[in-house]
């Protein structure tokens, strides 16, 4: 019972280098969803897709990029990171019924620091 | 500011005892969700509410969602250690329009 995995779990960038964080899930999901948690701020949505092939901006989406080629990944870009971007990032996923009881699986991080 | 206020944000306590944490909000949710989190992992749903006035219990955690669906809280009996954790609340506003709180940091001393 994989559920959502991400990888990697920790990582560490200089300002301006870019990385790919990679989400699989193996639950047929349809919903994917790249959230960063950050002290005193709670967990925030920065992209989302409701679908293989499709993507949508959440909350805090500036300076990310998503893709979601194949169904059960979700992949978050940094183009050129920055100190800002230190934070903690959660993928998730949902069935995506459409029924609003349903819950978020989530992976267990990203630990993500920027020097 | 946040959607969602988290209050308190952190809570110390003895087995035992009993505790009440909040989520508010000025915005209408058409669904509230409660999560736990414990370190080095990703949150876990306890449970969703989505009718005003709602009450759910689970075990010794009881979720109520207010009247007009802008706040919740959740009340635990007899704390014990294995409560503690960050817990967080999540509201639904509209389908693909999660915000999460804060959280409470519980810590149920033995």
């Known amino acids: 019972n994989a559920g959502v995995t991400q990888t990697p779990k920790f990582r560490v960038l200089k300002t301006g280098q870019s990385m790919t964080l990679l989400c699989a899930q193996d639950?047929?999901?349809?919903?994917m969803y790249w959230y960063r948690q950050d002290p005193g701020m709670g967990l925030r949505l920065i992209h989302y897709?409701?679908?293989?092939?499709?993507?949508a901006k959440g909350e805090v989406p500036d300076g990310y990029n998503v893709s979601r080629l194949k169904k059960q990944n979700f992949l978050l870009g940094l183009e050129s990171a920055a100190p800002s971007q230190t934070s903690v990032y959660f993928c998730?996923?949902?069935?995506?019924?459409?029924?609003?009881?349903?819950?978020?699986?989530f992976g267990d991080g990203t630990r993500l620091s920027i020097l | 500011t946040q959607l969602l206020e988290q209050s308190p944000q952190f809570l110390s306590i003895q087995e035992g005892e009993n505790l009440t944490v909040y989520c508010n909000s000025s915005?209408?949710?058409?669904?509230l969700q409660w999560y736990r989190q414990e370190p080095g992992e990703g949150p876990v749903l306890l449970v969703t509410?989505?009718?005003?006035?709602e009450v759910k219990k689970l075990k010794r955690l009881t979720f109520q969602f207010g009247d007009a669906r802008k706040d919740s809280s959740l009340h635990i009996t007899a704390a014990q250690p294995g409560d503690t954790g960050l817990y967080l609340c999540a509201g639904v506003r509209f389908r693909n329009d999660m915000r999460f709180g804060a959280g409470t940091r519980l810590t149920v001393k033995p």
């Open positions: 639950m047929n999901h349809e919903y």
């Open positions: 998730a996923s949902t069935i995506g019924t459409g029924r609003l009881d349903q819950p978020q699986h």
């Open positions: 897709s409701v679908g293989e092939g499709t993507t």
């Open positions: 509410v989505v009718t005003g006035g």
């Open positions: 915005s209408v949710f058409s669904s």
